[in-house]
């Protein structure tokens, strides 16, 4: 007999575990130091509307899409495209995308718990210029032990919550993880806000200046949405499918997205306020956290304990996101192939943890060996973020709008949501026919070079 799949056991279970996943080293990491890079307030303004008008749609999209199959992003395409083979092929390009990323994204959620070890063993605290910053992440991220070492743990730390299934494992971590985040970032920016001279970092954030706009910039935003919002490689849609008939796909999907938009807020104005009171530059790049925040907390009062917050927190962000990425692998393993959880997913994660090394190791003895001029980690990057993600988003959309169609969709979408308001509903059906497949078809030939 067919085992019965698992169902979310709650709403707000569902919603804090899908909104783990979207929180993550995007919005902690990525999303502060873009922000700094290109111009501050007029970048969220961006950000907010590439998560408006696309994320948004798309997001509802990918719910829907798994909560009506009930299965992995294979069988779902198989399912409901009544086994096309391209749909299917769609469908497996985001198991095989959630493999890559998962391989890297480790790598980098585990150098965030080996700071949340070096903050605790003190190693931050007589180093006081960005430049020795620098030179530390250099010399611990290239020590093969260190980042390979973290690197496993992280692993551990994923296969462990996803061993115990969807509502004993993963629902389970984010009722934990997520508040007790939400605490630590509240708490963070507290204490950034009120340092002296915090106010310059506060105006950064709110006053925008449009002349730094380019197109280039829009690109940044429409690509950061996506990544943030793990659309488009069927995260969303295998949590989809764990959801019940009776929930309310649109309001969920508001909510994560609200949730996920906050906390990539939030983290700028844990960071700049504090940032700037020190006289610090906010267009670091991606150095930003790893370098310039450990030595930043050395001149704030309680830095050390904030300090371990803050990689703590990176930390939990982390990994309610790897156990989404690993959630969408073990699922398209266990239905496709009949295999049990347990099993599937320690195997697996002895697999993404070999396939990580070399990702872990780009930083130390492999930073010279390149291919097309990246290193095997930015390469894996390349290809997932600004490849595979935009690629899966589109083909999400068009399948929803058009092959799939709107006709058999929008009877699913309501199922739990007849009560919603029908312009909204309409502005959705319009928003994923034409605006989603055209703008991310932009951002992908772009990140191409082709625009
Ligand atoms: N959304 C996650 C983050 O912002 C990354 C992610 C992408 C997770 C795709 C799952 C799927 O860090």
Redesign the pocket.
């Known amino acids: 007999m067919k085992p019965e799949r698992e169902q979310w056991s709650s709403k707000i279970g569902f919603i804090l575990a899908t909104a783990g996943?979207?929180?993550?080293?995007?919005?902690i990491w990525k999303f502060p130091y873009l922000v700094g890079e290109n111009g501050g307030a007029a970048f969220i303004i961006l950000y907010l509307i590439c998560v408006v008008l696309v994320g948004l749609p798309i997001v509802i999209a990918e719910i829907l899409i798994g909560r009506t199959a009930q299965k992995n992003p294979v069988g779902s395409f198989r399912e409901l495209s009544k086994s096309n083979p391209f749909w299917i092929g769609i469908g497996l390009l985001g198991v095989i995308t959630g493999f890559i990323?998962l391989s890297y994204y480790n790598v980098i959620a585990g150098w965030s718990i080996g700071y949340v070890v070096e903050s605790i063993k003190g190693t931050f605290e007589n180093i006081d210029n960005p430049k020795a910053g620098g030179d530390l992440f250099i010399s611990l991220s290239s020590s093969s032990f260190w980042s390979v070492g973290f690197h496993f743990l992280f692993m551990v730390f994923t296969v462990y919550i996803v061993y115990f299934g969807v509502t004993k494992g993963i629902e389970k971590a984010g009722k934990i993880l997520m508040p007790t985040l939400l605490i630590l970032i509240i708490l963070l920016v507290i204490r950034g806000v009120t340092l002296e001279g915090a106010q310059k970092g506060i105006n950064y954030l709110i006053q925008a200046d449009f002349s730094v706009i380019t197109t280039k910039t829009v690109l940044l935003a429409l690509g950061q949405a996506f990544?943030?919002?793990?659309l488009g490689?069927g995260?969303l849609l295998t949590y989809g499918s764990y959801m019940s008939k009776k929930e309310n796909i649109p309001s969920s999907a508001i909510s994560i997205v609200g949730l996920d938009t906050f906390v990539a807020i939030l983290a700028g104005f844990m960071i700049f306020p504090a940032l700037f009171a020190l006289g610090m530059q906010p267009d670091q790049g991606p150095a930003l956290i790893y370098n310039i925040l450990p030595i930043m907390f050395n001149y704030i009062p309680g830095g050390y304990i904030f300090r371990i917050f803050f990689f703590l927190l990176l930390s939990m962000a982390a990994l309610t996101?790897t156990i989404?990425?690993m959630e969408v692998i073990t699922s398209f393993v266990v239905d496709e192939l009949k295999t049990k959880r347990e099993i599937t997913v320690i195997i697996l994660g002895l697999i993404v943890f070999s396939i990580g090394v070399p990702s872990a190791l780009s930083s130390g003895v492999l930073k010279d060996f390149t291919i097309f001029g990246l290193t095997y980690f930015d390469l894996f990057d390349f290809i997932a973020a600004n490849i595979f993600l935009p690629l899966g988003g589109i083909f999400i959309a068009l399948f929803t709008g058009w092959f799939w169609s709107i006709k058999k969709a929008l009877p699913s979408l309501l199922e739990g949501a007849d009560d919603f308001n029908p312009t909204l509903i309409k502005t959705w059906i319009f928003l994923i026919k034409f605006v989603a497949p055209v703008m991310v078809l932009i951002i992908l030939l772009s990140s191409l070079g082709v625009l």
Do not use: R
């Not at 996943?21 to 919005?27: E, F, K, R, T």
């Not at 990544?227 to 793990?230: D, E, G, N, R, T």
């Open positions: 996943s979207a929180v993550g080293l995007g919005n990323i990544f943030s919002l793990s490689m995260a996101s989404s990425l």
